[in-house]
């Protein structure tokens, strides 16, 4: 079992100065950085409190708004930092007698949402606790990797701005961590956690372009072609969980853009066959795959097209896309779902699909990409019936991630169903004395 990491954990690259929120931080003065260096951030003070006072430094220096702040929150809840809002400890509440004396650090403590859970009794199993050094392990690489790939693409994935906040908040931090060199001791791997914020920045837009142009043309014509010649299991054909992009097309055009395809990128004998009555879908797997190339037309291949394109124009008004070949290899990953590691895959070996260009062009070597495929009885001939998700590079799942939502278990009074009637649990209810009445008070509070 993979151990929970430990979130935490910003020179900007040319590139992406001009998509970063407009803030500085103020110059240091010769007294601020000798504190930093002495007392804030010293190497002999512990590394979770020197994190714990990073953390609460960077938001109360800055005014988030409310995206970035829940992001940012989600991300500090991801790495096991405890963030929960904690009602009554605003400094409106304390008088000047109570702020007397205190610093603005004290007061920051104080008033502090984020802290690091310490202590050996009984803890939110959620959170990071430095006592339990078994259970986890600090890793700022992984928490960024699975928050731009996980947490953060389940709330904005459908927004590219929300997302580039998403991101552009942490690589932030990151940065700051590094320019105050909070933990020199993780150098290094704030470092890598920055490239992944980097990298989340460049790949998601292609990954919503890829998206929006899966499974294509060509696939989609295939999928119209074989409806209703499948040889499997029915369900297999109607999955559940399927997300298929299925564009009016009517048979004509649908065997045409199939045929003229296979007859482009391989040969004529091979659309034929395929078209022919007897072919037909002999198994429909769903499957995970991992990107090994991708192969676009070559000048001999982009001729043809360019040659049919004006004929099927004029003749049927249909647009071909120029279609190039996918290479991929079957794959595992651990996720949220049911799925062990040792299973055997599906599709052992690689497996070359055709694509359209479009989507090819935004298509990178590492992704890997759920999807169902159909095997037809023609020389094993397979096609992408549906798609369901397209994954970066860096797609990591953390444990944590089953653990958002998880609340301790306490004791219920509620009296369990039953079959006496429907006013039965009402009646013990009635029966369980109230914190007031057990101690032998009336409702008025007076004793009876």
């Known amino acids: 079992m993979t151990r929970p990491r430990l979130c935490l954990l910003l020179q900007y690259p040319a590139d992406l100065l001009d998509t970063l929120e407009f803030f500085c931080d103020p110059p240091m003065t010769p007294d601020e950085y000798q504190q930093e260096r002495t007392v804030i951030y010293p190497q002999t003070r512990p590394f979770v409190d020197r994190i714990e006072e990073c953390i609460q430094r960077f938001r109360a220096r800055r005014r988030m708004g409310n995206d970035r702040d829940r992001f940012f ?163 297999d054909w109607d999955s559940w969980g399927a997300i298929t992009i299925q564009e009016p097309m009517d048979t004509s055009t649908a065997r045409m853009v199939f045929g003229s395809t296979l007859a482009i990128l391989f040969d004529k004998k091979l659309g034929d066959a395929l078209i022919s009555p007897d072919a037909a879908v002999v198994d429909t797997e769903e499957g995970l795959f991992e990107i090994v190339n991708t192969k676009l037309a070559d000048d001999n291949q982009r001729t043809k097209y360019k040659a049919i394109r004006n004929h099927l124009k004029k003749a049927m008004g249909i647009d071909l896309e120029t279609c190039g070949t996918l290479t991929v290899r079957g794959t595992t990953v651990r996720d949220g779902w049911e799925n062990p590691i040792d299973s055997t895959l599906t599709f052992p070996g690689e497996e070359t699909f055709i694509l359209e260009e479009d989507a090819l062009e935004n298509l990178k070597v590492g992704q890997t990409i759920l999807m169902t495929v159909c095997t037809t009885n023609v020389s094993g001939f397979k096609f992408i019936k549906s798609f369901r998700e397209l994954r970066p590079t860096f797609w990591t799942f953390l444990p944590q991630h089953l653990m958002t939502k998880f609340k301790e278990p306490v004791p219920n009074p509620r009296p369990a169903p039953s079959i006496h009637g429907p006013d039965y649990q009402q009646e013990l209810l009635a029966d369980i004395p109230l914190d007031g009445e057990a101690d032998g008070l009336s409702d008025d509070g007076a004793e009876e």
């Open 73 to 235: 929150s989600m991300y500090l809840a991801l790495g096991g930092i405890d963030c929960t809002i904690r009602q009554f400890q605003s400094t409106r509440r304390l008088g000047e007698e109570d702020l007397e004396g205190l610093s603005k650090s004290d007061v920051r403590e104080i008033t502090a949402d984020d802290v690091v859970q310490r202590g050996s009794g009984q803890q939110d199993r959620r959170w990071y606790n430095p006592e339990q050094p078994e259970d986890w392990e600090v890793d700022f690489t992984g928490v960024a990797a699975s928050f731009c790939s996980v947490e953060l693409s389940e709330y904005a994935i459908s927004s590219e701005s929300e997302y580039r906040t998403g991101v552009e908040t942490i690589y932030n931090f990151l940065k700051y961590v590094d320019a105050h060199d909070v933990c020199p001791e993780y150098t290094e791997d704030v470092k890598k956690a920055q490239k992944i914020c980097e990298t989340a920045l460049e790949e998601m837009p292609t990954i919503l372009e890829a998206s929006s142009k899966l499974p294509g043309l060509f696939n989609t014509a295939a999928a119209h072609i074989f409806a209703d010649r499948n040889q499997g299991p029915p369900s």
